[in-house]
């Protein structure tokens, strides 16, 4: 969903509204592009889905628009003159509107083919195997979503967060109503291009009628649907292919039939396959779904309490889909040197009573998300781009040698090696001096 930006906090506070997933716990700092984690979802099978692309309203309108041009001369652009639009309209019963999408799909899916600026019937055939024809639909659905940044729905402010909209309507699979769509769009335009009150009271007043059009829109491509109850829902189809929008774009959204073969393993298990890239976030609202919270939060404390940074940073992903009920086992981590400052942490964001985090203790944290990373991806051999600003992960690094971590100088080599900024770089080889002759001192 190119030139689309989610914006995160509103995002999840839209699917959370919904009842859909566990809420998360609320983020300091909302960061934006980074990749989400979506409920699984049962696909309808291939076969089926395949069977449904020609009854499309856009699909069978290209075939039909195909028959319609034979062989005809097009612009330079590459497009019909405006008398054959109008006349293709008018024979075939098409809105004028919709013409430039569907010649665009005609010919983008070689369903046409433009030689020397002559339009005539494309190498493709519409008998194709099921394989062949998911990925025709997937190209489909490509050009409508690549159509957002030239104006596809005709609401800008629709077009510019068509890819959050879906997403939400995705995680949503009972269906999203209109009103908390349209809430959402004005929530994230607000945030995104933080327009006057008079834009937004204007925008407030016209997104209503634009969305339901955008909506209707949507349905002619085979995208989305109303349920029975009103609401707003993607279709077989559109889920299939709003999945793989998602993970073309390095989002996290699974099969139920993907998460279910983790759901009944052991804590230690999980956290293995987490470790090792096995398993993804996805997997643990399945995984907990099957346990007591307490109980599961007891076995994932044990594991990180003698375990590597890896380890600490897998079960920390876990628990932080945990609420309150998890609160005993937890607390009971503030007595463990290397779960201490995670289990304080946990306990502060969800507003429960914590023994307070020292400066040195974030530092401390921060050297274990570093080691973390060598452990989930192995050895650092490429660049590495860290999110802090520069200036920021300088001074950090500089307090990493004062700080008791097990990894301290391993992380510090890692970004001396591995990190694209040259001060860090350079900061970095000096605190690694000053933490080897640490080391050395309290050897000695």
């Given at each position: 969903?190119?030139?689309?930006?989610?914006?995160?906090?509103?995002?999840?506070?839209?699917?959370?509204?919904?009842?859909?997933?566990?809420?998360?716990?609320?983020?300091?700092?909302?960061?934006?592009?980074?990749?989400?984690?979506?409920?699984?979802?049962?696909?309808?099978?291939?076969?089926?889905?395949?069977?449904?692309?020609?009854?499309?309203?856009?699909?069978?309108?290209?075939?039909?628009?195909?028959?319609?041009?034979?062989?005809?001369?097009?612009?330079?652009?590459?497009?019909?003159?405006?008398?054959?639009?109008?006349?293709?309209?008018?024979?075939?019963?098409?809105?004028?509107?919709?013409?430039?999408?569907?010649?665009?799909?005609?010919?983008?899916?070689?369903?046409?083919?433009?030689?020397?600026?002559?339009?005539?019937?494309?190498?493709?055939?519409?008998?194709?195997?099921?394989?062949?024809?998911?990925?025709?639909?997937?190209?489909?659905?490509?050009?409508?979503?690549?159509?957002?940044?030239?104006?596809?729905?005709?609401?800008?402010?629709?077009?510019?967060?068509?890819?959050?909209?879906?997403?939400?309507?995705?995680?949503?699979?009972?269906?999203?109503?209109?009103?908390?769509?349209?809430?959402?769009?004005?929530?994230?335009?607000?945030?995104?291009?933080?327009?006057?009150?008079?834009?937004?009271?204007?925008?407030?007043?016209?997104?209503?009628?634009?969305?339901?059009?955008?909506?209707?829109?949507?349905?002619?491509?085979?995208?989305?649907?109303?349920?029975?109850?009103?609401?707003?829902?993607?279709?077989?189809?559109?889920?299939?292919?709003?999945?793989?929008?998602?993970?073309?774009?390095?989002?996290?959204?699974?099969?139920?039939?993907?998460?279910?073969?983790?759901?009944?393993?052991?804590?230690?298990?999980?956290?293995?396959?987490?470790?090792?890239?096995?398993?993804?976030?996805?997997?643990?609202?399945?995984?907990?779904?099957?346990?007591?919270?307490?109980?599961?939060?007891?076995?994932?404390?044990?594991?990180?309490?003698?375990?590597?940074?890896?380890?600490?940073?897998?079960?920390?992903?876990?628990?932080?889909?945990?609420?309150?009920?998890?609160?005993?086992?937890?607390?009971?981590?503030?007595?463990?040197?290397?779960?201490?400052?995670?289990?304080?942490?946990?306990?502060?964001?969800?507003?429960?009573?914590?023994?307070?985090?020292?400066?040195?203790?974030?530092?401390?944290?921060?050297?274990?998300?570093?080691?973390?990373?060598?452990?989930?991806?192995?050895?650092?051999?490429?660049?590495?781009?860290?999110?802090?600003?520069?200036?920021?992960?300088?001074?950090?690094?500089?307090?990493?040698?004062?700080?008791?971590?097990?990894?301290?100088?391993?992380?510090?080599?890692?970004?001396?090696?591995?990190?694209?900024?040259?001060?860090?770089?350079?900061?970095?080889?000096?605190?690694?001096?000053?933490?080897?002759?640490l080391e050395s001192t309290k050897l000695g």
């Open positions: 969903m190119a030139n689309n930006v989610f914006d995160l906090a509103e995002l999840r506070k839209l699917i959370d509204e919904q009842a859909v997933v566990p809420p998360r716990p609320p983020q300091e700092t909302p960061v934006e592009h980074e990749a989400l984690t979506f409920p699984p979802v049962l696909l309808a099978g291939d076969a089926e889905l395949a069977a449904a692309v020609p009854t499309v309203p856009l699909v069978a309108d290209a075939i039909r628009l195909t028959a319609w041009t034979g062989a005809r001369q097009v612009g330079p652009d590459g497009h019909l003159s405006e008398a054959d639009v109008r006349a293709a309209a008018e024979t075939l019963g098409l809105a004028e509107s919709r013409l430039r999408l569907i010649w665009i799909v005609a010919v983008n899916t070689a369903l046409v083919q433009i030689v020397g600026g002559r339009a005539s019937r494309g190498p493709l055939s519409m008998q194709l195997t099921v394989e062949a024809t998911l990925e025709f639909w997937d190209g489909v659905v490509m050009d409508v979503l690549d159509r957002a940044d030239e104006g596809l729905t005709g609401s800008a402010v629709v077009d510019d967060h068509l890819a959050e909209m879906l997403a939400t309507i995705y995680s949503v699979r009972s269906g999203v109503a209109t009103a908390n769509l349209a809430r959402g769009i004005l929530q994230s335009h607000e945030v995104a291009c933080a327009p006057g009150p008079i834009e937004m009271r204007r925008l407030a007043a016209a997104l209503p009628a634009e969305l339901l059009d955008a909506l209707a829109l949507l349905a002619y491509c085979g995208l989305v649907e109303q349920t029975a109850a009103g609401r707003t829902a993607l279709t077989p189809l559109g889920v299939w292919a709003i999945r793989r929008d998602l993970l073309r774009e390095g989002h996290d959204a699974p099969t139920a039939a993907e998460v279910e073969v983790f759901a009944d393993l052991s804590a230690a298990e999980l956290v293995e396959a987490l470790v090792k890239g096995a398993a993804t976030q996805s997997a643990v609202a399945g995984w907990l779904e099957r346990r007591p919270p307490e109980s599961a939060a007891r076995d994932l404390v044990e594991i990180a309490a003698s375990g590597t940074a890896g380890q600490r940073g897998a079960v920390g992903a876990i628990l932080e889909e945990l609420g309150p009920e998890a609160e005993a086992p937890v607390r009971q981590a503030l007595g463990h040197p290397l779960m201490r400052r995670y289990a304080a942490s946990w306990l502060h964001i969800r507003d429960l009573e914590a023994p307070a985090l020292s400066p040195q203790d974030h530092t401390w944290i921060a050297v274990d998300s570093l080691a973390a990373l060598m452990h989930l991806s192995g050895p650092a051999t490429g660049r590495l781009d860290t999110p802090e600003p520069g200036e920021d992960l300088i001074k950090l690094v500089g307090e990493m040698p004062a700080v008791d971590h097990p990894d301290t100088i391993a992380v510090l080599d890692m970004l001396a090696t591995a990190h694209d900024d040259r001060a860090v770089v350079k900061a970095a080889r000096k605190a690694a001096m000053k933490a080897r002759s």
